[in-house]
């Protein structure tokens, strides 16, 4: 079948999907190309402000070209220069790959392994990069536009918990006034990027990572670090702009978008005075300059890498960041979650085809569980490989 040919129509009842995030946005769009209604319901409000910046690997270029999403794609620059933030799964973007995005919707279809090859650097086409925001505007307004009949969205609309029988989900969703009410769908695909409101999530395991992360004002070259990154700086928006000149001045070997620092131990068990100091030291090494460096916000994170055994949950499927701790130094996240997201609604799809033939669902699902659980285990080891890495440097440094 050609590969952007939409799947056949089914009459499938509605699927319900909670967060409007990346994954929860490709699953509401696939399930739409299959015919099958969604409402997603995101606990924010229409325009979110995140800004922290996302690389998008060529093979979830492939993917978002295969769902037509062109407009999702025109949000992405190519990346040109050559960075650090991903040095340590050993992947650097070279400036001589980034000339343009080379999106090839007749590549495979989704696959944690084409992602794999990305990562690993196998794959020579450009990055793109963006401001997340961006790109979940890009993907809402897609529904917006092309289906609205199909997808529902309900912004300021949290899920709040998650109950099901045999043939019915129900989610408890619960307005910004407060007003509670209980929606009732054939499955429900749980993209709020961390626990599940079913009650389940990812479970960490091994060491963690300290940072502590300071939220900087754009420098005044802005301009110059954008046109030195992706060329033409004036298709970003101001949003873009911001996270990319962050991310560049937090191109340490610690991640970006805001300028981390690795430390020792927990942010909180560290003098307050002693960390703007860190931040202060590491802005210099980076060639910013703190206006005032006890304005500079300091946002403590811990990293540990962990994951589900199980990622169907009757007809709950979870995808995106509920299926394993993101790790942002090694850039995964939102490519895993577009990978994971269509995967899911591509089952459902074929779940409610297979009923129509007079099918049991549960082998579909019980596949796609299978599939899923084995690729987010084999994107856990490259994150370990990556954390052990970085951790073994950080030792020889200390
Ligand atoms: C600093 C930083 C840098 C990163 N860099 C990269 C990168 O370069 N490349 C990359 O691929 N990834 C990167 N990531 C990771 C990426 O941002 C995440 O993996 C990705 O956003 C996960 O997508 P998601 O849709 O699963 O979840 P999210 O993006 O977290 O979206 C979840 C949505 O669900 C909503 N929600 C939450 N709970 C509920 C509820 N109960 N009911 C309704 N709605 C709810 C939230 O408001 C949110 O809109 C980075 C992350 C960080 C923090």
């Known amino acids: 079948m050609d590969a952007a040919a939409p799947l056949p129509a089914t009459p499938a009842a509605r699927v319900l999907v909670a967060g409007a995030g990346p994954a929860g946005m490709v699953a509401a769009l696939e399930l739409a190309r299959a015919g099958i209604p ?3 319901f995101e606990a924010g409000p229409r325009d979110g402000t995140r800004d922290n910046l996302v690389d998008i690997a060529p093979s979830t270029q492939d993917e978002l070209s295969q769902m037509g999403l062109d407009d999702a794609l025109a949000a992405l620059q190519p990346v040109r220069m050559v960075t650090t933030h991903n040095a340590m799964a050993g992947i650097v973007h070279e400036s001589d790959r980034g000339d343009a995005l080379q999106p090839d919707a007749s590549r495979g279809d989704a696959s944690i392994d084409a992602l794999l090859d990305s990562i690993r650097g196998q794959d020579p086409r450009a990055w793109g990069r963006v401001a997340i925001g961006t790109l979940e505007d890009a993907l809402r307004g897609i529904a917006e536009r092309d289906y609205p009949d199909l997808v529902e969205l309900r912004f300021d609309t949290t899920v709040t918990a998650i109950g099901q029988d045999a043939d019915t989900v129900r989610a408890t969703v619960q ?37 502590v992360g300071a939220r900087l004002p754009a420098s005044r070259d802005t301009r110059t670090e954008v046109a030195r990154e992706v060329g033409d700086g004036s298709r970003l928006t101001p949003r873009d702009q911001l996270a990319l000149t962050i991310g560049l001045h937090g191109n340490g070997a610690v991640g970006h978008s805001m300028a981390w620092v690795q430390l020792d131990r927990p942010a909180g068990e560290v003098d307050p005075d002693a960390l703007r100091q ?3 030291e590491r802005a210099a090494q980076v060639g910013l300059e703190l206006p005032d460096a006890d304005a500079v916000e300091l946002v403590p994170v811990t990293v540990q890498l962990g994951g589900v055994d199980q990622a169907v949950h009757g007809r709950v499927l979870l995808v995106g960041d509920e299926l394993q701790l993101p790790y942002f130094p090694n850039s995964t996240g939102a490519n895993a979650g577009v990978v994971t997201a269509r995967a899911a609604a591509m089952a459902i799809a074929a779940a409610a085809q297979g009923m129509q033939r007079g099918e049991d669902p549960s082998a579909v699902l019980a596949e796609h569980d299978a599939r899923t659980v084995a690729g987010a285990q084999r994107l856990l080891e490259l994150n370990r490989t990556s954390m052990d890495r970085a951790l073994g440097a950080q030792a020889a440094v200390a």
């Open 38 to 40: 969604s409402t997603v």
């Open 175 to 211: 307005g910004s006034d407060g007003s509670r009410q209980v929606v009732e769908g054939s499955y429900l695909v749980s993209a709020t990027g961390g626990r599940s409101p079913l009650g389940v999530a990812a479970v960490p395991s091994g060491p963690t990572m300290e940072f």
């Open 278 to 280: 860190v931040v202060a």
